[in-house]
């Protein structure tokens, strides 16, 4: 999207002007530096020529990846590895446009990221100029909110309120939209303050009776059952959580995004919920006299049909986003608030429980199918195989990123997730091409940690350009490509409900290991199971990325499986499964 | 059940607010019958009056979805007992010759005002509740409308203002809670 236009200036440099006099592009670097963010995601362009001026003199690391959504996703990962606030830069017109996805897939997954979109000269504005967009019109559903510059003394206070409404309340992301000439403009650097705002002003700790009201429901009920979803996460409160979990021994299943909201392998923890959920996390939902809901908003692939949802429960609904009440499941008991606040309120209150019946009916509930089906494999690589093999071999410890489909459920299935912040999927959106991206994201923000991202054959030819800002920033991150030839899931619903009519699913590629080799990253390609962790430790030693293209069986599909509209107690079981 | 309320919107005066609330109530679905915008008492702050349909839950939910927006800073939903709800519409009616005094003795029953006549018409201006509206239009049609125009519903409170949350229901930003 590089551009040029011939009222592009130099900024010009400081010592023409007294120390506090900036340029709008120095302040917004400054500005963003006040938030604590050190790395930044974009693309330049037209618009933004002025603030890439001034990138080189400030403290920001600037990664450019290849695409603007993908800075979008790398803002993402970033966020989520590290609970900062994520931050990407695009130009005016397609820049900004391109973000769009980023924005929604933020936005549906409460991710705090802040975008910089320049904008074309204000006396365009409103004459399509050249690379013009209304992109503060365009982000309006999928932004928590959005600005639009009009004077460089407001960059540093929109800047500052920004960053605090991304990361506050319900987290979400927020675009800053700023024409050309405002980053020109001068005017004096005040670090900025924030001004509370009457209109908004989340609520974090909750109401006292409501928390008694929660905590008596918990000591009537005789199969209680937590679920536990990305709020626990945002708000940092997993070790609260698991002590609550410990202290009432009340069995815990997780939505896709709260993975992680407390250790997989806890003896509590019964596994995911919904539409590839683990047989006994929907068989326990059929079964529980009592639902408490930790920030999650009932999305409906966690659900299934409502009507079938948990139906012998009553709901209490712990969610800092008022509207998420009742929004999709009645509620018994609502508590607003920040989990973390919540939980040391409620902690206190509840009494040591004994479950120990209902956790043997669940544990009852565990799928058999599998291990018969096991002896009688296919020579190729089994998908989940390759899952479990990486997390094996990473101690559970490194994090991963996925990208969207069939690898991405077999992922949340067999991963075993550990820590919340490790485990980073495109939940609400399901945005194809969001795990590599993302990846260099997370390693971005936790390089002292280990990152694999997982990802189908279709979704890396989304994003697999983002192999080379992977080598520019010499990233370890090792690539798993899940490569069965198909767009999985979308082949699986093919043959199950649509009677095989495989229409426009199968996918060619190119060399995955040349391809590696081309941009100057190692490859290694899997074709049987032996292969596969002698390839893993390969990839774990080597340094810069890796990228290891296992080629699995065609047609493997993933169970169980709810049909779309069916109840979560209508499981489709499959053939092979483990739990 | 479904039925009309009447949300009284007290939104930061920004450019753009409108476009927020409206693109909003349209992505979630909810109906709105009649919306208009105008500077309240406050400096800085204008009053939306929004009508519009739906059960008690749709209705909570929009008090909720409009809370999130950042210059929305208070929603309340009119119970109609408790409310002035009133509307403005301009109406032009066919009235030649001899029937343009039977016109404007119809006007004069519903407290309506001629603000204009031409040789085929006259223009009038009615304001009233919705019912009392409704009836004069009929009358009018009887003569014939040519053109019309009504404002949207505007509302407020009949009780003062320092007990009006009490009076009326101001929608709870924290649910149900």
Not at chain 1, 318 to 345: C, H, S
Not at chain 1, 367 to 394: H, M, Q, S
Not at chain 2, 114 to 141: K, Q, Y
Request: net charge negative.
């Amino acid at each position: 999207m590089v551009a040029t236009d011939p009222t592009t200036q130099r900024a010009e440099a400081t010592q023409h002007t007294g120390p506090e006099v900036l340029t709008g592009a120095q302040i917004t670097c400054r500005a963003i530096e006040a938030e604590g963010v050190t790395t930044v995601f974009g693309y330049p362009g037209g618009a933004v020529i002025p603030l890439y001026d001034a990138i080189p003199d400030s403290g920001l690391h600037h990664v450019l990846t290849r695409f603007e959504q993908w800075s979008g996703m790398a803002a993402i990962g970033y966020a989520r590895a590290t609970g900062k606030v994520g931050c990407c830069i695009a130009t005016s017109g397609p820049g900004a446009t391109n973000l769009v996805t980023a924005l929604a897939d933020a936005m549906l997954d409460s991710v705090p990221i802040v975008a910089i979109t320049g904008q074309v000269i204000e006396p365009l504005i409103g004459r399509d100029g050249f690379q013009e967009v209304d992109i503060t019109g365009i982000t309006l559903p999928v932004t928590k909110h959005n600005y639009i510059v009009h004077n460089v003394a407001d960059i540093a206070t929109t800047i500052k309120e920004a960053f605090y409404l991304a990361r506050s309340g319900r987290p979400g992301p927020v675009l800053v939209d700023i024409p050309k000439n405002i980053f020109v403009a001068k005017t004096e650097y005040i670090p900025a303050k924030l001004t509370p705002r009457k209109s908004y002003q989340p609520t974090t700790i909750p109401n006292m009776r409501q928390v008694r009201l929660a905590a008596d429901e918990i000591a009537q009920a005789k199969r209680p059952l937590i679920m536990a979803g990305h709020g626990v996460i945002l708000s940092g409160a997993e070790a609260e959580f698991t002590e609550l979990v410990e202290k009432t021994g009340i069995p815990t299943i997780f939505t896709l995004l709260g993975l992680g909201a407390m250790d997989e392998m806890h003896p509590l923890a019964i596994g995911m919920m919904g539409m590839h959920g683990h047989r006994r996390a929907n068989r326990a939902l059929d079964e529980c006299d009592l639902l408490i809901n930790f920030g999650a908003r009932f999305d409906d692939r966690a659900t299934g049909n409502l009507s079938g949802f948990a139906p012998n429960a009553r709901v209490i609904h712990v969610d800092i986003d008022p509207a998420e009440i009742g929004k999709n499941v009645k509620t018994a008991v609502p508590v607003v608030g920040d989990i973390k606040e919540v939980l040391k309120l409620l902690t206190p209150e509840v009494k040591a429980g004994d479950h120990s019946a209902w956790r043997t009916w669940i544990e009852g509930q565990h799928n058999r199918v599998l291990r018969a089906a096991l002896e009688d494999r296919p020579a190729w690589p089994e998908p989940y195989a390759i899952i479990k093999e990486i997390a094996d071999a990473t101690g559970h410890e490194a994090i991963v990123t996925t990208d969207v489909g069939q690898h991405q459920m077999w992922a949340a299935q067999h991963l075993g997730v550990k820590h919340g912040k490790r485990w980073i999927t495109s939940g609400g959106l399901g945005t194809m091409g969001f795990g590599l991206p993302s990846a260099v994201g997370a390693k971005m923000g936790r390089p002292d940690l280990e990152v694999w991202t997982i990802i189908g054959d279709g979704g890396f030819q989304m994003s697999g350009t983002e192999l080379a800002t992977a080598v520019q920033e010499n990233l370890d991150i090792n690539i798993a490509i899940i490569n069965n030839g198909y767009l999985g899931m979308v082949r699986q619903w093919q043959d199950l409900f649509h009677a095989r009519n495989y229409s426009e699913v199968a996918i060619s590629g190119p060399d995955f290991v040349k391809l590696a080799e081309a941009y100057g990253a190692t490859g290694i390609r899997v074709r049987t199971d032996a292969e596969i962790r002698p390839a893993i430790e390969k990839a774990r030693s080597i340094k810069g990325p890796v990228l290891i293209d296992f080629v699995v069986e065609p047609e493997a599909n993933v169970y169980p499986m709810v049909a779309p509209g069916a109840s979560n107690s209508q499981m489709i079981e499959g053939r092979k499964e483990e739990e | 059940m479904e039925s009309t309320h009447t949300l009284v919107l007290l939104v930061e005066d920004h450019p753009g607010v409108l476009n927020r609330v409206v693109s909003l109530m349209r992505r979630r679905s909810f109906n709105i019958d009649s919306i208009t915008v105008g500077h309240s008492e406050q400096v800085g702050v204008s009053r939306m009056t929004i009508q519009l349909r739906g059960n008690s839950e749709d209705i909570e939910q929009a008090g909720k979805q409009l809370y999130k927006l950042l210059e929305v800073v208070k929603v309340i939903d009119l119970q109609p007992n408790e409310a002035m709800i009133r509307e403005l519409v301009l109406v032009k009616v066919a009235a030649k010759g001899a029937v343009r005094a039977e016109v404007v003795q119809t006007a004069s029953i519903y407290g309506a005002r001629v603000l204009d006549a031409t040789p085929s018409s006259v223009m009038i201006e009615m304001s009233g509740g919705e019912e009392e509206i409704e009836s004069f239009l009929t009358m009018m049609r009887i003569y014939g409308i040519r053109e019309m125009v009504r404002s949207g519903k505007v509302a407020l409170p009949r009780v003062l203002s320092k007990k009006t949350d009490r009076q009326t229901r101001q929608m709870n930003p924290l649910a149900a809670d």
